[in-house]
């Protein structure tokens, strides 16, 4: 469907991957009974009541195979999460599907859903570099099944096809045809939507499979979301996309659930009749407490003229584009980056500001929270150290009144800021001791020379806080210390 696109001139600097939070059920109610709830849907793997939190490295060396990849779990708790809880899973690890083979990226993508209806959330793994049999790079995607003593077991839920179709690159899970079941949506290289329609047998196979073509045009998907855009009770697809003959564009698109599967592409339009100029991240929640689910799209690329095209892309920006009855409003966006009053920092090229984004509610006011990471912030002479910024929410949106900023040399956080560090390259924000305030989880996948690391700093009731944080890596998850790149994403 052709759609007037702003042109730009924007370089990519560098591709990254970053977390976003599917919209918790509790959003999909009436607008009645606003709330920012803080425990996502589907994360809870053994019942216990509390989110877990699964974190990937889809380059690590497992059993001597360079780039095999392995997901690592961590279980919530009333004390938030357990590092002693943690399971390693790879496809060296029994009963999970296939072979831990040089070059598979188990954990390209990771999110979660409970599948088969037995009350536990599964965990779902892209393995994109999978070959399946004499066809290289097809990909496949496999799920984790959850139980009372935690994930143990699997299945394959999807294989490619043809050469290097990376199945399971993009994966998102949720009702999308409103009969209750859930869905499982991965986009393949192709660049169609695969729908996976619920409900799923303990074999993996779904009632139903489909292919949704490329309607919104000559599109590129950069990342994924969840949300009910129109609170009518049914899940869709949110995307942000590149979506014109030129490269360097970003749009926003959404593909609306219906009884009969995904409706055509619709795109979030601005002021100017144009697509609202999106970016490489997308996140859904309820930003403004209003009962529908916003969008907040971080574009952290940069450079040549793009601070000219775009003012406020210098360093890296996100939009928020609040929800209503009819869907995303893309007539009412605003766009914040570094040089927005109260934002800490200043914008400067090649920040990042907004390689990476999630929403939840951090201090238990019923607003969703932004964490927004901005992984090339260099800390005095030390380029791409990291940071994260966490903005408040509020009844208009995001506002830098009490925005926060928090990197390795924050007093309080474990560990010291390093060049290339990457802190901030991945940020998720979840409830794990189910306070009714999210903890801040943050990755940075190059730490300690690649081998990658993960912080988690509690929430309170005056935001985050770096007391009481902690961190762990390989020598935590009992895995080489190799360049695994632990953190580069976070289950969705």
Do not use: C
């Amino acid at each position: 469907m052709p759609v007037k696109t702003l042109r730009t001139s924007v370089a990519l600097a560098v591709a990254v991957v970053s977390a976003v939070v599917a919209l918790p059920a509790a959003a999909h109610a009436a607008p009645a009974a606003p709330t920012a709830s803080t425990t996502a849907r589907g994360d809870d793997f053994n019942g216990d009541g509390y989110a877990d939190v699964a974190t990937a490295a889809p380059a690590a060396t497992v059993n001597g195979r360079a780039k095999a990849g392995y997901v690592a779990v961590m279980y919530g708790s009333a004390t938030g999460l357990r590092t002693a809880s943690k399971q390693v899973f790879s496809q060296a690890t029994t009963g999970i599907p296939g072979v831990a083979e040089e070059g598979d990226a188990f954990g390209a993508a990771v999110t979660t859903e409970d599948l088969d209806r037995d009350g536990y959330a599964d965990l779902i793994v892209g393995a994109t570099g999978e070959d399946v049999g004499t066809v290289e790079d097809a990909g496949i995607l496999s799920v984790v099944w959850g139980g009372a003593k935690g994930l143990a077991g699997g299945a394959v839920l999807a294989e490619g096809k043809t050469l290097r179709e990376q199945v399971g690159k993009l994966v998102k899970a949720g009702d999308f045809d409103a009969d209750g079941n859930p869905d499982v949506a991965t986009i393949t290289e192709s660049r169609e939507i695969r729908l996976l329609s619920g409900p799923f047998g303990r074999d993996g196979a779904a009632r139903a499979t489909s292919q949704t073509p490329d309607t919104a045009g000559d599109t590129r998907f950069l990342d994924t979301s969840v949300a009910d855009v129109n609170g009518d009770g049914t899940d869709d697809l949110v995307a942000a996309v590149n979506s014109s003959e030129e490269w360097d564009s970003r749009s926003v698109f959404y593909w609306r659930g219906t009884p009969d599967g995904f409706a055509p592409a619709a795109p979030v339009v601005g002021t100017n009749g144009y697509s609202i100029e999106g970016g490489e991240h997308i996140a859904a929640g309820d930003v403004n407490k209003d009962g529908y689910a916003d969008l907040v799209v971080g574009r952290s690329v940069d450079g040549y003229d793009s601070d000219v095209d775009i003012p406020m892309a210098k360093g890296g920006m996100v939009t928020y584009v609040p929800g209503s009855a009819t869907g995303p409003q893309g007539t009412k966006a605003k766009i914040f980056n570094q040089d927005s009053p109260g934002i800490p920092g200043a914008a400067e090229n090649d920040d990042a500001f907004g390689s990476s984004v999630s929403i939840n509610d951090v201090n238990g006011d019923g607003y969703g929270d932004i964490a927004i990471g901005v992984f090339g912030e260099a800390l005095g002479t030390l380029k791409r150290a990291g940071s994260v910024t966490v903005l408040r929410g509020s009844a208009t949106g995001p506002t830098g009144i009490g925005a926060q900023g928090f990197n390795q040399d924050t007093p309080g956080v474990t560990g010291v800021a390093e060049t290339d560090d990457f802190f901030g390259l991945a940020v998720k924000l979840v409830d794990t001791n189910r306070d009714a305030r999210a903890e801040l989880v943050v990755g940075a996948p190059r730490e300690n020379a690649g081998a990658g690391s993960v912080w988690v700093l509690p929430g309170t009731t005056a935001g985050i806080t770096a007391t009481g944080s902690f961190t762990f890596g390989a020598a935590t998850l009992g895995t080489a210390a190799s360049a695994a790149a632990l953190g580069s994403s976070f289950n969705r």
